[in-house]
């Protein structure tokens, strides 16, 4: 340096936690050579002594809060000169902060101020050298520093420093970065009074600088590299909370699947006793419940038969052959080499084909009816069951079957049109379509305008969201079939209370206080949906009461949960599979009982 035979050397590596702060170890030697010997008469003695100085200093930092940060370093320096070597060991602190923030946090600005203080040899290093001993004076800095956007990709950053010591005056340090690119940086300073510049490039892991000073001896040219290993805290703050949060939602899925594990055996119990009890009607309700849940459940099928004969052997003895002849068929459906039910098939037929008079013509229409409704071609079997009493007004017997037909299509067409707009809410518009023509084939007379003009409406958000998309990246947008939350902007201090509740309902859930910690995952998310993993959290609890209702039979309750967790994630496949399917079971429970099934909330399952 300065055209002597001066050496600097520095290295330090820095050993980051997100969670615990950082600690670092330098390491730093300055070389003399050339120091000419004099004796006390001014006669040289030597011109090859040398000065080596160095400096181990261990330093630790850590933030305490997202306004101030806090450090300090214990250092061991070492002279040796001419024929002495002494050493001392000095502690530094400081602080880092932004008060702007902390005053005024309304200010728009005020997040690119910040402050910082050093106090250097606080504990001041003192060298003894034979008799005399040098110290080390302690040395105070404190700056401002702003940082501001200028452009895309274009960053400034101002910062201004003051020094002193008690055997100097005040020293002035000011300096300007400006960021070109991701890539690179250039710099410009003042350094008492000296003119300084220089530049940055950073490349992946790798950062080289260049420094030129200006001093009176002459220019000093600078180098420096930087390379960074492993994670950043970022990274590693991301990383943890996301293993975090995935052992989390592992936890709460195996508590979710033993549950639900748990509730269906219950259910399959009172399956089992209501059959006992022949209380058919109850137990294939409860079986649709069942299937809600489980459709492959192994006991469904042989339970749902034994209800089946128990209501068909009823409905014979009762002479009512149609509802016998609609309960055989639906044994079939479980079992199609069932000759038992084949042949009280046939001979429920023949009773109610006898008992109606009907024609040769008019009995292969109703078995083609009969079958048709079994096999759940509800406009086939209306249509078969019509063209009977368009030539039999008086067949009572089809009169009763083409009412439960009717009533059939139009709870159909009522939980298909429910289901279409589902679609349509959290953006399966394609689903939704299809949904829409499955109605149009049920009943060419439902009205479907209203759902056409949803899902139109849909089409021309995500048209328009493509657009912006492609306005703001310059690429080709993709129209999304999801729904995208943007998050809010937000104060720091109201982020700072939303961070509060939902530590809360952290807090609350671990101590049992469930219903305490949806209330502040409530809030948190009704204000930004995107905090953390509120929706995550809301969502497995929506799930998990939704199931809790629906396994005691308050409908209601649990319909009314799982649209929760369809708000919360209106792509949440569970919650929709459960919603479809109860919706289906609500159908097919009218083909099978022969009335219409309750809506939610009037139906409570016996325990």
Same mark, same amino acid.
């Given at each position: 340096?300065y055209?002597?035979?001066?050496?600097?050397?520095?290295?330090? =590596?820095?050993?980051?936690?997100?969670?615990?702060?950082?600690?670092?170890f330098?390491?730093?030697?300055?070389?003399?050579?050339?120091?000419?010997?004099? @004796?006390?008469?001014?006669?040289?003695?030597?011109? @090859?002594?040398? @000065?080596?100085?160095?400096?181990?200093?261990?330093?630790?930092?850590?933030?305490?809060?997202?306004?101030?940060s806090?450090?300090?370093?214990?250092?061991?320096?070492?002279?040796?000169?001419?024929?002495?070597s002494?050493?001392?060991?000095?502690?530094?602190?400081?602080?880092?902060?932004?008060? =702007?923030?902390?005053?005024?946090?309304?200010?728009?600005?005020?997040?690119?101020?910040?402050?910082?203080?050093?106090?250097?040899?606080?504990?001041?290093p003192?060298?003894?050298?034979?008799?005399?001993?040098?110290?080390?004076?302690?040395r105070?800095?404190?700056?401002?520093?702003?940082?501001?956007?200028?452009?895309?990709?274009?960053?400034?950053?101002?910062?201004?420093?003051?020094?002193?010591?008690?055997?100097?005056?005040?020293?002035?340090?000011?300096?300007?970065?400006?960021?070109?690119?991701?890539?690179?940086?250039?710099?410009?300073?003042?350094?008492?009074?000296?003119?300084?510049?220089?530049?940055?490039?950073?490349?992946?892991?790798?950062?080289?600088?260049?420094?030129?000073?200006n001093?009176?001896?002459?220019p000093?040219?600078?180098?420096?590299?930087?390379?960074?290993?492993?994670?950043?805290?970022?990274?590693?703050?991301?990383?943890q909370?996301?293993?975090?949060?995935?052992?989390?939602?592992?936890?709460?899925?195996?508590?979710?699947?033993?549950?639900?594990?748990r509730r269906? !055996?219950?259910?399959?119990?009172?399956?089992?006793?209501?059959?006992?009890?022949?209380?058919?009607?109850?137990?294939?309700?409860?079986?649709?419940?069942?299937?809600?849940?489980e459709?492959?459940?192994?006991?469904?099928?042989?339970?749902?038969?034994?209800?089946?004969?128990?209501?068909?052997?009823?409905? *014979?003895?009762?002479?009512?052959?149609?509802?016998?002849?609609?309960?055989?068929?639906?044994?079939?459906?479980?079992?199609?080499?069932?000759?038992?039910?084949?042949?009280g098939?046939?001979?429920?037929?023949?009773?109610?084909?006898?008992?109606?008079?009907?024609?040769?013509?008019?009995?292969?229409?109703?078995?083609?009816?009969?079958?048709?409704? *079994?096999?759940?071609?509800?406009?086939?079997?209306?249509?078969?069951?019509?063209?009977?009493?368009?030539?039999?007004?008086?067949?009572?017997?089809?009169?009763?079957?083409?009412?439960r037909t009717?009533?059939?299509?139009?709870?159909? *067409?009522?939980?298909?049109?429910?289901?279409?707009?589902?679609?349509?809410?959290?953006?399966?518009?394609e689903?939704?379509?299809?949904t829409?023509?499955?109605?149009?084939?049920?009943?060419p007379?439902a009205?479907?305008?209203?759902?056409?003009?949803? =899902?139109?409406?849909?089409?021309?958000?995500?048209?328009?969201e493509?657009?912006?998309?492609?306005?703001?990246?310059?690429?080709?947008?993709?129209?999304?079939?999801?729904?995208?939350?943007?998050?809010?902007?937000?104060?720091?201090?109201?982020?700072?209370?939303?961070?509060?509740l939902?530590?809360?309902?952290?807090?609350?859930?671990?101590?049992?206080?469930?219903?305490?910690?949806?209330?502040?995952?409530?809030?948190?998310?009704? *204000?930004?949906?995107?905090?953390?993993?509120?929706?995550?959290?809301?969502?497995?609890?929506?799930?998990?009461?939704?199931?809790?209702?629906?396994?005691?039979?308050?409908l209601?309750?649990?319909?009314?949960?799982?649209? !929760?967790?369809?708000?919360?994630?209106?792509?949440?496949e569970?919650?929709?599979?459960?919603?479809?399917?109860?919706?289906?079971?609500?159908?097919?429970?009218?083909?099978?009982l022969?009335?219409?099934?309750?809506?939610?909330?009037?139906?409570?399952?016996?325990?």
């Amino acid at each position: 340096l300065y055209g002597l035979d001066v050496d600097e050397e520095y290295a330090s =590596i820095v050993i980051p936690n997100w969670r615990w702060g950082a600690a670092a170890f330098t390491f730093r030697r300055l070389a003399v050579d050339g120091i000419a010997e004099r @004796d006390e008469r001014g006669t040289l003695l030597s011109d @090859d002594l040398t @000065d080596r100085q160095t400096e181990f200093t261990l330093s630790y930092g850590r933030t305490l809060s997202d306004l101030w940060s806090v450090g300090g370093s214990v250092k061991l320096q070492r002279q040796s000169i001419a024929h002495s070597s002494a050493g001392g060991v000095g502690v530094n602190i400081g602080v880092l902060g932004r008060p =702007i923030v902390a005053l005024a946090p309304s200010v728009t600005w005020a997040e690119r101020v910040s402050w910082g203080l050093a106090i250097h040899n606080i504990v001041e290093p003192s060298l003894e050298h034979d008799a005399e001993s040098v110290t080390d004076p302690t040395r105070v800095r404190t700056g401002l520093a702003y940082a501001h956007p200028v452009a895309e990709n274009v960053a400034a950053l101002a910062a201004f420093d003051l020094e002193k010591n008690r055997n100097s005056s005040v020293g002035v340090h000011a300096g300007l970065e400006v960021g070109l690119h991701e890539l690179l940086a250039v710099r410009l300073g003042a350094n008492d009074g000296m003119f300084t510049a220089g530049a940055g490039i950073r490349w992946r892991r790798y950062a080289f600088d260049y420094v030129l000073e200006n001093n009176d001896i002459e220019p000093v040219h600078r180098f420096g590299v930087a390379i960074q290993f492993g994670a950043t805290v970022e990274e590693s703050r991301r990383l943890q909370l996301q293993a975090e949060e995935e052992a989390y939602q592992a936890r709460v899925a195996k508590s979710f699947e033993e549950l639900r594990a748990r509730r269906v !055996e219950e259910m399959v119990r009172q399956v089992e006793e209501l059959a006992g009890a022949e209380r058919y009607d109850e137990a294939l309700s409860m079986l649709g419940a069942v299937s809600v849940l489980e459709p492959e459940n192994p006991s469904t099928k042989a339970f749902e038969a034994r209800c089946l004969w128990g209501k068909a052997d009823a409905a *014979t003895s009762a002479d009512r052959f149609t509802d016998a002849a609609i309960l055989y068929g639906q044994i079939l459906n479980l079992d199609p080499d069932d000759t038992r039910a084949q042949a009280g098939l046939k001979l429920a037929r023949f009773w109610s084909d006898r008992h109606a008079a009907r024609s040769a013509p008019n009995r292969e229409l109703f078995a083609s009816a009969l079958d048709a409704f *079994t096999q759940e071609d509800l406009p086939a079997a209306r249509q078969h069951l019509t063209e009977i009493l368009q030539a039999n007004p008086d067949d009572g017997d089809a009169r009763a079957m083409l009412a439960r037909t009717t009533t059939a299509i139009r709870i159909n *067409t009522t939980h298909l049109q429910q289901q279409a707009a589902r679609f349509v809410k959290v953006g399966l518009l394609e689903e939704a379509e299809q949904t829409v023509d499955e109605i149009r084939a049920l009943d060419p007379e439902a009205s479907v305008a209203d759902l056409e003009s949803l =899902i139109r409406a849909a089409e021309q958000d995500l048209a328009a969201e493509a657009i912006g998309e492609k306005a703001r990246d310059g690429t080709d947008a993709e129209g999304s079939k999801g729904v995208r939350i943007a998050a809010p902007t937000l104060s720091r201090k109201k982020r700072k209370e939303l961070g509060e509740l939902y530590r809360q309902g952290a807090t609350a859930m671990e101590e049992g206080r469930a219903d305490d910690a949806v209330k502040y995952w409530e809030l948190v998310w009704s *204000t930004d949906p995107t905090f953390e993993s509120v929706a995550e959290y809301l969502r497995s609890e929506y799930l998990i009461r939704g199931l809790e209702a629906f396994a005691t039979g308050d409908l209601a309750e649990a319909t009314r949960r799982w649209e !929760e967790a369809l708000d919360v994630d209106p792509r949440d496949e569970t919650a929709l599979r459960y919603l479809t399917r109860f919706e289906e079971q609500m159908s097919r429970t009218v083909e099978i009982l022969g009335e219409p099934a309750a809506r939610p909330g009037e139906v409570t399952m016996s325990r």
